[in-house]
């Protein structure tokens, strides 16, 4: 008998999660032998949910939601030895991860699109004890984020995370970063660093060209800037997609590292989109260690 876990979070999407939940168990229904469902009511019920699933043996465990609810069941699946398929109906602000799968964006059409013959291999990063699937940021915008009321985050979407990054930017705040990868250090001086899982950060696609959702590593990406000038002359690579280093831009690929501060400052991450620790910070990639539903390879999903 195989068996499935959905795991909803009833308040994602504008709630339009009690929406789409009876669309996603028929689908379900129609692919295992058994359907339950668990409804999140507080923070970490949708990791607790998913390690239950994992340890009672269930063959695959799906998360509605945004992507704090798939990062939470994320870190539910990731510690054990044999973890069930892992799939998603992705209904937050920004979808980096479902973008990334190639998964439509529409609810109904991420639904219906299922099926057991698009599965792939999924890399996941641990930042410290804790597991995600797409980006640490780092820096001035970052903190901004952090601030972000989850009101402005249902009303204007990824919009707010843009506002609120660009107020910050005014100010260009640099910190003194010390960079730690495989057998690489680097000082320098940012306001922006990001450590991405896929090519999809933040909403923006192919910021990050080079990465793949099962490629075995991190992508570095950081700002060379000391001024205003410094970030405006970065905006053109940005917007291309960067895949080097350059006079204004740093790239670097790597699988374990660390990243401090040099001096006495208090800077916190955020991790896929939630705040996440402060400095100093130790990555580590975690290759292919999840099999995940995806979106079909052999077209473009409107988006």
Known sequence: MKRVRLIINPSSGQEQAKEYAALAEEKLRSMFDRVDIQYTE??????????????????????MGGDGTVDEVINGLAEHEVRPLFGFFPLGTVNDLGRA???????????????FDQIKPLDIGKINDRYFMDV????????????????????????????????????????????????????????????GLTNSIGGFEQLLPKAQVDDGQFHLLYLKDQSMLDVIKSIPELYQGVETSSENVGYHTFKKGTIELTTATHLETNVDGDPGPALPVTL?????????????????VEK
Not at 42 to 63: L, N, P, Q
Not at 101 to 115: G, R, T, V, W
């Open 284 to 300: 580590e990639i975690y290759p292919q260690h999840l099999q995940v539903f995806c979106g079909p390879e052999d077209q473009k």
């Open 136 to 195: 640490v940021a780092i820096g001035t915008i970052p903190e901004s984020i952090n601030d972000v009321d989850p009101e402005s985050k249902t009303k204007l979407g990824k919009f707010a995370y843009i506002f609120s990054g660009l107020k910050q930017l005014i100010k260009n705040e640099s910190y003194d970063f010390l960079l730690k990868f495989d057998q690489t250090e680097v000082e320098t001086t940012s306001s922006l660093i990001l450590i």
């Open 101 to 115: 799968l190639n998964l439509p964006l529409d609810p109904k059409e991420a639904i219906e699109c299922i099926s």
């Open 42 to 63: 507080k923070e970490d019920d949708a990791t607790r949910f998913a390690d239950e699933a994992a340890r009672i043996g269930y063959d695959a465990v799906f998360a």
